[in-house]
C-alpha cells in the first residue's frame, strides 16, 4: 500500500532548509524548522486529546500564523482537516460540523464567538488556538514526526459554497493535495525557492490553501500572510517583503490596480495568478499596465483540489482564457444536455467542462448521490459551460444555471460583463437575469461606479447597445456600492437576483 502525507510537505522543507524563512506574519518571522516543531508539538496534543488518524478536526482561523501550524499538526496527527469559513452564521457552522463528524473544533480567539455557540450546539469539543492550544501543546509530548497515511486516505473535506443549495463535504485525499501542490509548483508555475508569496486569498478556502500555502511551500519558498485583504495595506507589505509572487481574485485585481495610484512605490512581481472566478479582459490589462506584471488566470474548484487548468509560461498565455489541463490532468468539454454518459465535443464547441486526473476528489461526504451525479464515466462534470480551441486553449463561458434565456436566445453574463468593463464610468459589473413576463428573462447589469463618476442608466444602455447584440444587452441598469461577495470573494448572483427580483 502505497503511503502519502501532506504533512511531508513541510516536514521535508524542515529537514532540507531548516533556518530558511518560511511564515512572515506581521512581526512573527518562523523558519520552516520552527513552524514544523510547532507543528509536531500540537499533533502531540491533538494525539492526547484523543484525536486518531482518520478523525475529522474542524479549524476555524483567519490568515495567521496559527491556521498553517494547526493545519499541518491536523495532518501530522493523522487527522482529516475541515476548515470553516469564516463569514458563516452559527448555524452554518452548525450544518459543518455536524455534517463532517468533527470531532474537535479549533478557533481562533476571533471567531470563537461564532464557533463556541456551534460547537456547544453539536456536542463537538472546543479548543481555543493561542493560549489554550499552546499550553496543551507545551505541555504534551511531541510526536517524533508525522503519522504514515494511505494514499488515498482523506486529507481535507472541503465545504462548497452552496451554490446549489445546502454545502457539500468535498473529500480530497493525499494523493489530490500533494499532486496538486507539487504540479503547481514545478510544472503549471516556475515557483522557485527563494520566492517569496503573499498570502491574502483565505487559507480555509481551496485556491488560498493550495496555491498559496502548499504549493508555496512544496516548491521550498516563503508565504507572508495579510489576515485581512485591503489593497493599500497590501502594496505597502509587498514591497516591505520584497513579495514577488501574488495570488488572488479578480476583484482583488481591481483594487489593487485602483490603489497603485496613491502607493510610494509598487512591489516588483514576477508571478500573478488568478482564479476563482473570470477575470475580465480589461482588467487584466490595466493590472499588467500599471504592475508591468503577468497575470497567468487560471480555474479550478474544490472538488478538483482546486486547480485544473492555468495559463502556463511554457504554452504561452491568451488573455480571456484559462490556459491548458495542468500536468496529469485532462480537461475537456462534453455535451452539457446529456446526464448520464460523458460524450466529448470537438474543439470549438460549446459543452459543459469536464475533468479527470489526480486531482479529482474521492466524493461527497456521506452522499453518494451527489456523487454519482457529479463523476460520471471517470469524470467531474464541473457545472460550466466552456470551449476549447484548436490551440487547446481553455475558456470558461459561464455557469451553467447563470445562462440568462432572453426570448428563446441563450446570453452569457459573462460575455456581457466583458464588454461593460469596458466603460470608462464602470469599476465592476455582475450580469444576471431577471423574471420577465414578456421574455422570459430580462438582462439586469449591477454596476459599480468608477470612483468620481455618476453614470446614467440610460446612457449605459444605449452604450451597451452599440457594442452588444440585440438580445444580449442589459435593458436595466441598476447601481450598487458594492457586489456581494463569498467567502471566496466570488460575487453571489443568487444574492443579487434576490434583491433585484420584483422591483
Same mark, same amino acid.
Not at 180 to 187: E, G, I, R, Y
Not at 345 to 365: A, I, K, M, T
Not at 442 to 453: D, F, K, L, R, S
Not at 467 to 488: C, I, M, N, Q
Given at each position: ?22 511564515? #512572515? &506574519?506581521?512581526? $512573527? /518571522?518562523?523558519?520552516? @524548522? ?6 509536531? !508539538? =500540537? +499533533?502531540?496534543?491533538? %494525539? ?44 452554518? #457552522? &452548525?450544518?459543518? $460540523? /455536524?455534517?463532517?463528524? @468533527? ?6 480567539? !476571533? =471567531? +470563537?464567538?461564532?464557533? %463556541? ?63 496538486? +501542490? ?322
Amino acid at each position: 500500500m502505497a503511503t502519502l502525507s501532506v504533512a511531508a510537505i513541510l516536514a521535508e522543507n524542515a529537514r532540507r532548509r531548516p533556518g530558511k524563512t518560511a511564515l #512572515v &506574519e506581521g512581526d $512573527l /518571522r518562523l523558519t520552516f @524548522a520552527e513552524v514544523w516543531q510547532r507543528a509536531l !508539538a =500540537q +499533533a502531540g496534543a491533538l %494525539t492526547a486529546l484523543g484525536v486518531r488518524p482518520g478523525d475529522r478536526v474542524a479549524l476555524m482561523a483567519p490568515n495567521t500564523a496559527e491556521f498553517p501550524v494547526a493545519y499541518y499538526a491536523i495532518a501530522a496527527a493523522g487527522g482529516v482537516v475541515v476548515p470553516v469559513h469564516l463569514l458563516l452564521s452559527p448555524g452554518e #457552522v &452548525e450544518h459543518v $460540523l /455536524r455534517d463532517s463528524g @468533527a470531532t474537535l473544533l479549533l478557533v481562533h480567539p !476571533a =471567531q +470563537a464567538e461564532t464557533g %463556541t455557540a456551534a460547537a456547544r450546539a453539536t456536542g463537538v469539543r472546543t479548543v481555543t488556538l493561542g493560549g489554550e492550544f499552546e499550553k496543551l501543546a507545551a505541555d504534551a509530548e511531541p510526536l517524533p514526526s508525522y503519522l504514515a497515511r494511505a494514499a488515498d486516505d482523506p486529507a481535507v473535506v472541503l465545504y462548497t459554497s452552496g451554490t446549489t443549495g445546502v454545502p457539500k463535504g468535498a473529500v480530497l485525499s493525499h494523493f489530490n493535495l500533494v499532486m496538486n +501542490a507539487t504540479v503547481n509548483a514545478f510544472d503549471a508555475n516556475d515557483i522557485r525557492a527563494d520566492d517569496i508569496a503573499l498570502g491574502a486569498l483565505p487559507l480555509f478556502h481551496a485556491f488560498g490553501q493550495t496555491v498559496s500555502l502548499n504549493s508555496t511551500w512544496r516548491a521550498g519558498a516563503t508565504l507572508v500572510l495579510l489576515p485581512r485583504f485591503d489593497a493599500a495595506r497590501a502594496i505597502e507589505l509587498m514591497v516591505r517583503e520584497g513579495v514577488n509572487t501574488f495570488h488572488g481574485v479578480p476583484t482583488m485585481f481591481v483594487s489593487l490596480t485602483a490603489a497603485a495610484a496613491d502607493a510610494a512605490r509598487l512591489p516588483e512581481l514576477r508571478v500573478c495568478i488568478s482564479g476563482g472566478a473570470s477575470l475580465p479582459v480589461a482588467v487584466l490589462e490595466r493590472f499588467e499596465a500599471v504592475f508591468g506584471a503577468k497575470i497567468y488566470e487560471g480555474y479550478g474548484l474544490s472538488e478538483t483540489s482546486p486547480a485544473a487548468a492555468v495559463n502556463q509560461p511554457v504554452f504561452g498565455t491568451k488573455a480571456g482564457t484559462i490556459g491548458h489541463p495542468l500536468w496529469g490532468v485532462d480537461v475537456e468539454i462534453a455535451r452539457a444536455e446529456l446526464e448520464d454518459r460523458i460524450e466529448l465535443l470537438p474543439p470549438g464547441e460549446l459543452g459543459e467542462v469536464v475533468v479527470r486526473g489526480h486531482n479529482v476528489f474521492s466524493g461527497y461526504l456521506g452522499r453518494p448521490e451527489a456523487t454519482a451525479e457529479a463523476l460520471v464515466d471517470g469524470w467531474f462534470r464541473t457545472g460550466d459551460l466552456g470551449t476549447k480551441d484548436d490551440e487547446g486553449f481553455l475558456r470558461i463561458v459561464d455557469r451553467k444555471k447563470d445562462v440568462i434565456i432572453r426570448g428563446g436566445y441563450n446570453v452569457y453574463p459573462r460575455e456581457v460583463e466583458e464588454v461593460l468593463t469596458r466603460h470608462p464610468e464602470i469599476a465592476q459589473v455582475a450580469v444576471i437575469g431577471l423574471p420577465d413576463d414578456l421574455h422570459g428573462e430580462e438582462v439586469c447589469a449591477v454596476v459599480v461606479p468608477a470612483p468620481g463618476t455618476a453614470p446614467d442608466a440610460a446612457a449605459l444602455t444605449a452604450w451597451s447597445k452599440e457594442h452588444l447584440g440585440r438580445h444580449k444587452y442589459p435593458r436595466r441598469v441598476e447601481f450598487t456600492d458594492a457586489l456581494p461577495l463569498g467567502p471566496s470573494m466570488k460575487v453571489l448572483k443568487r444574492e443579487l437576483r434576490a434583491r433585484y427580483t420584483g422591483r
